[in-house]
Every structure is written in C-alpha cells, then in structure tokens.
C-alpha cells in the first residue's frame, strides 16, 4: 500500500502486458501462521479467501507450512488440504520453533524463489505483518496490508486488493502488476471462516531451511502466554453491544455494559470512544481494532463511518440506534431505530430481558 | 550510543472528512501532527538516552512542511534532525520509501555509527506497518516489531533484550545491536517539551537532503518509479443494495419500538432467540 496514495494517479484502463520473465509464477500460496502448536484461524479464513482466487485463475493453491519437526506441522497440512489447499510446502527445523524473523524470512523467501507463486497472502497479525514486510522487501514486490476485499483483475490476471485509506474514510483498490509475487495481507475475521472437509487430501512438498542455531542472531529466552482470562474476546464474540460518540457521555457507556449484561454480549467501541478513554483499546472494533462477525451486532450512537464499518460489515445482523436518520450507519444494518440511543438502549434491554423471561417460561 | 528514530508527519485521521457529494478528501484545514505511533519509538529513544547517553537523530521524509514534525521532536528532547525531502520520492510505496530512509539512515552512520534504528510500529495514514521492517531488511539490522518493553541495554556486550507481542503471548527476546525497533502503542507516555529545548526546537537549523544528499543515485527505486503497488481506483463505500428497515410504530416510544424490532428479528432470524438464550444462560 502507498505511503502517499494521494500523489498517485490512478492506473486507468491502459493496456498491460506481463513482463515475460514474470509469467512463470504460477499459483497462489497461503502462509499458514500457528503458535505453540495451534494454527490461527486467520490461516483458514485466507485459505477459503485463496481458493477463490486460485479457481478464478485455474491455478492450484499451495498452504506453506514452517515449524519445528514433529506431528503439529504434518497436521496443519492435513488441515490446508481440509479448508482447501491442493498442497503443501513444508519446512520443518528445530530453528524454526518459535517465530524469529531471520530464519522464517529466509525460509519464505527461499521457497518463493524456488517455487514461484504469483500470490502470496498472510494474516495481517503480528507475526504475519512482521514477516510479509521482510519478505516483500527482500523480493522487491509489492505488499498490500490489511485488504478488505481480494479479487482477480481478469484483463490481466492481477490481484486486485481492495483496503480503507485515508485514516478509514475511502476505499482503495491497489495492483502489483509488474512484480511477482503479488503479495497481501488480510487482518483476522476479515474473511468468512470456509467450510471444512476432511475428506480433501493433498501432496506435502518437503524443504530444508538450511540455517543452523548459531546462524540466527536473535534468541528467545522465554514465552509468556497470555492469560486469555482477563482479555475481552471481541472477535469470536457471537453478540456485541458497541456504543460510539452519540453516547455523549463516558457515564452514558453505562447503558451499553447493562444490554451486554442482560444478553450475555461482550462490549465494543468506535475509535473516538476508545481514544477519549471511555473503554479499553481491546474493546475497539473497526480497521485500527478489531474485526469481529457476531451473530448479532447492536450499535449505539455509532454513525457507521468506514474506519468502523470494515470491522462491523461481517455481523450477521446488525442493529443501529441512532438520533440521526441520515446516519450511514443505516446504509448497511438490518434493522434501525431512529431515536436517542440514552432512552431505546433501556428500552431495548428491557425488551430483551422480557424475551429471555418468556423463552425460559416456554422452555 | 547512536540512535535514529524515523517519524512521519500524517493528516490527523480523526478529522479527515470526505465530501458528501464528490467523495473527495476535503483536505482544506486538516492539521498535520507526528504520527502517534511514531511517539511510542521516540519517547523509548530519548529514555534510553536518558539512561545510557548518547545522541538521538530524528529522521523524517516527507514534503518541507514537515519540518514542523521534526521541530516537535527536537522540543521533546532529540538532539539533531534531519528532513529528508525532494520531488523525485512522490508517490513511493512503502518498498520506495524504505529504500530512501535506509539510505539516508547509512548516509547518517557514515558521520556517526548508529546502534539503534526505532520506527512507528504504523503509520495512521497508510497504516501498512511495512517501513519498519523494510528499513530493517535493506540494512540487515535485527528487526524487533510490536517491543512492549526494553529490559536490558548491555553495551559492551552490544546485546539488548526485550519484549516482543506475539499473538498469544509475549516473546522476551535477546539480540544484537545494531537492530530496528518498533514499540507497541501505550507503552509509554511521551515527555513534555522543556521551556529550553522548546527555544531550541524554534532556532534549530534543521538539515534538509535532497536524493543526492541522502546518497540516492538509482532513481528507479524511488518515487512511483521505485514503487511495485499502483491504486487503481480510489471509491467511497456502496450502500448495501438493501437499507436498514428502519423500526417504526404508532406511539413513536422506545419500550414499543423495542419490543417490535424484537417480533420482526425473532420471525426472520428464528435462530438468534436461541443464541441470545445461549449466552445469556
């Protein structure tokens, strides 16, 4: 993505011929990131995400897989085949344990050079933007960060990323046309979750990383796990309750944790609503927070600005209360109420604990 | 000790608007500050320098008036600064802007060697996280992304150790200098600007490079020229084809707006009853 997008002139329709020593890249790959011996869903997300594209381009879709020898990485390519990748390319090394940037960019790199893929996606996670940086740079490609939305440009077969800009006020949609890989990155939640079968199987390709211990200059003294416990779990939450700056008043915030309450919803935020301190920066949902799909989504005093909207747009039904009739919040929920969000929120929580009442009764 | 920190001067995000009609950027009265990100970087520098001495060299490309982010920097406590700035970098990507900062930053080194490179683990304008790292790879510095916490400066052994996010966890890390840095946001709060390094922020001769100061001789990897990501289309969101079926009723009041909104999403989504059973049993 550019640094400076607004000095640019977009591309326009002119005519695009692929560098003759670019057409052998072929495919499309899905770096497949996992931490102490669990994958991270955004992996199978992007494998479904690249299946498409791959269909799209009747090309195969490879997962990569790096970590230490043993049974977890035979298993996350079984897993790749499962959410539908046709292979796998496998480097299994003790070095490879934990994630360090040298070895894990060498090793990427390498099997790109070896290998050639035309597209090459990653979670934008920490690991995932840590790494994509260093491998697209020492490639010399281009990298789109935090994509919204992939697609094949069929005129020229190119990957057509699309993200917010401008601090989440516009969408853009970026090319690498004379680069190869084209490569992305797509933040967690983003992208459905693809369905699983395990009946689909597929080749692994095994590769050695050819570095040894005394090779990487980085070492890692200790891991602390987090202690989930304690930390709002936003992107897996199946209701959320948010609140934004038409709340008017950190104590209004108040009617937003008591709907949690009742409906046993995690609690989220705009941005604005974070940076005054209302509530805490886990809870921040939108293309600098989270990105959650729940089953349902109530927002509160929210006007639906894009910085919000790409971290909201997934919920399966989305409810917005809002004083403004107008809001664009309105453009893309599935019910609206038009009215000050400080008197529907009781309202609505006292509908909500009515209906709950029932439904226990008829149970 | 010797340490640059890159920063960037961005459009405050917050206060961006687009027009309503053209879907254009409305550019006019936007005020430009550091980018927040960039602050974490700085205020760890200046602590470090705080503790072990040294020089803190604060480097920024961009356009001249970005000159009053690198002067808001010299206020917090930096000792030089340096705007890389020419009309040839219009339009870099993230891979052309990395390849100039990483020539200025070895054009630096050649006066004075540097130990550690910070940056801004993002930007708020382009937020690609993608400098950092590309800066770190062009100069084979250990590249140290989302540090939550500086443990340990050994110089002599030339050894730092740290605190990395992962994902599920933090990583404590121990490594070589010269390594690239970039802090996690909320890990410290920035200084306030003295009353005499404000006065020296204002007479401060800030040094302005052009390509060929900043040791740039291939032009070809710089600006649009120097940069693989073109934007093809920049567009404003469509509406959803369906709007949002706005809940209205005869007495207009809140208790039976909710309890129609209630009848209507419980006979279309049958299943979210049950859900919304499910959690809050």
Redesign the interface.
């Known amino acids: 993505m550019s640094e400076a997008t607004e000095q640019k002139k977009p591309a326009g329709r002119r005519k695009f011929e692929l560098d003759p020593r670019l057409a052998s890249y072929k495919g499309v790959w899905v770096f497949v990131e996992h931490e102490r011996g669990v994958a991270h869903s955004v992996s199978w997300e992007l494998m479904g995400e690249g299946r498409k594209l791959a269909d799209k381009l009747g090309v195969p879709l490879a997962g990569v897989v790096m970590g230490a020898p043993g049974i977890h990485s035979r298993h996350f390519c079984q897993e790749a085949f499962h959410y539908g990748a046709d292979l796998c390319y496998l480097m299994e090394d003790p070095v490879l344990a934990d994630y360090r940037n040298q070895p894990f960019t060498k090793g990427l790199t390498d099997l790109v050079n070896a290998y050639q893929p035309e597209i090459l996606l990653l979670g934008a996670t920490t690991l995932g933007r840590d790494l994509a940086g260093s491998v697209a740079t020492t490639l010399q490609t281009g990298l789109t960060a935090d994509c919204t939305e992939l697609n094949i440009d069929m005129e020229n077969r190119s990957l057509a990323a699309t993200r917010p800009t401008f601090g989440g006020s516009l969408l853009c949609t970026i090319v690498t046309l004379n680069y190869r890989p084209q490569m992305a990155t797509v933040r967690p939640r983003v992208m459905s979750m693809p369905k699983k079968d395990e009946t689909r199987t597929g080749s692994i390709i095994e590769n050695s990383l050819g570095l040894i211990e005394t090779d990487i200059v980085t070492k890692v003294l200790q891991y602390m796990p987090d202690n989930l416990q304690d930390k709002p779990q936003l992107p897996f939450a199946d209701i959320i309750v948010s609140g934004g700056r038409g709340m008017k008043r950190p104590e209004n915030f108040q009617l937003i944790w008591d709907l949690a309450k009742v409906l046993g919803a995690e609690v989220g935020a705009t941005r604005p609503v974070v940076q005054a301190g209302w509530v805490d920066l886990d809870r921040q949902v939108g293309q600098s927070g989270k990105t959650v799909r729940p089953k349902l989504y109530i927002a509160a005093g929210i006007s639906g600005a894009i910085q919000h909207r790409v971290g909201m747009e997934g919920s399966d039904v989305i409810i917005a209360i809002n004083s403004d009739p107008n809001a664009p919040i309105f453009d893309f929920a599935t019910y609206g109420i038009v009215g000050n969000a400080m008197t529907v929120l009781p309202a609505l929580t006292e509908a909500f604990r009515q209906q709950l009442a029932t439904a226990k009764v008829a149970v | 000790m010797h340490i640059v920190v890159c920063i960037?001067q961005v459009?405050d995000?917050?206060q961006?608007?687009?027009h309503p009609v053209t879907?254009t950027?409305m550019r006019q009265g936007v005020p430009a500050i550091v980018n927040p990100y960039d602050l974490f970087s700085l205020e760890e520098a200046l602590r470090l320098k705080d503790k072990f001495g040294g020089r803190v060299t604060v480097l920024c490309m961009g356009p001249p008036q970005a000159e009053a982010a690198l002067r808001k920097a010299i206020s917090f406590g930096a000792d030089d600064a340096i705007l890389v700035t020419d009309r040839a970098f219009?339009?870099?990507?993230?891979?052309a802007?990395?390849f100039a900062l990483a020539s200025a930053i070895k054009k630096i080194q050649e006066d004075m060697p540097v130990d550690i490179v910070f940056a801004g683990k993002q930007?708020?304008?382009?937020?690609?996280?993608?400098?950092?790292?590309?800066i770190?790879?062009?100069m084979d510095l250990?590249?140290?992304?989302?540090v939550s916490k500086i443990v340990d400066l050994d110089l002599d052994k030339r050894e730092i150790?740290l605190h990395?996010?992962?994902?599920?966890?933090?990583?404590?890390?121990?490594?070589?200098l010269p390594c690239l840095i970039t802090m996690l946001?909320?890990t410290n709060e920035m200084r306030f600007a003295t009353m005499p390094n404000m006065f020296r922020a204002a007479r401060y001769p800030l040094k302005q490079w052009d390509k060929d100061a900043a040791g740039i001789e291939d032009v070809s990897k710089i600006g649009?020229k120097g940069?693989?990501?073109?934007?093809?289309?920049?567009?404003?969101?469509q509406?959803?084809t369906v709007?949002?079926?706005?809940?209205d009723c005869e007495s207009k009041?809140?208790?039976d707006?909710?309890?129609t909104?209630?009848t209507?999403?419980?006979t279309k989504?049958p299943?979210?009853?049950e859900?919304?059973?499910?959690?809050?049993?």
């Open positions: 960037k459009p995000s917050a961006i608007r687009v879907n950027i219009a339009g870099s990507d993230t891979l802007t990395s930007t708020i304008d382009g937020d690609t996280a993608q400098v950092g790292p590309g770190a790879k062009r250990q590249l140290l992304t989302y150790t990395r996010r992962a994902e599920g966890g933090v990583q404590v890390l121990r490594t070589k946001e909320g649009l940069s693989p990501t073109i934007v093809s289309k920049v567009f404003a969101p509406a959803k709007r949002a079926e706005i809940i009041h809140p208790k707006l909710s309890v909104l209630l209507k999403m419980f989504f299943n979210l009853a859900e919304i059973g499910k959690g809050a049993g």
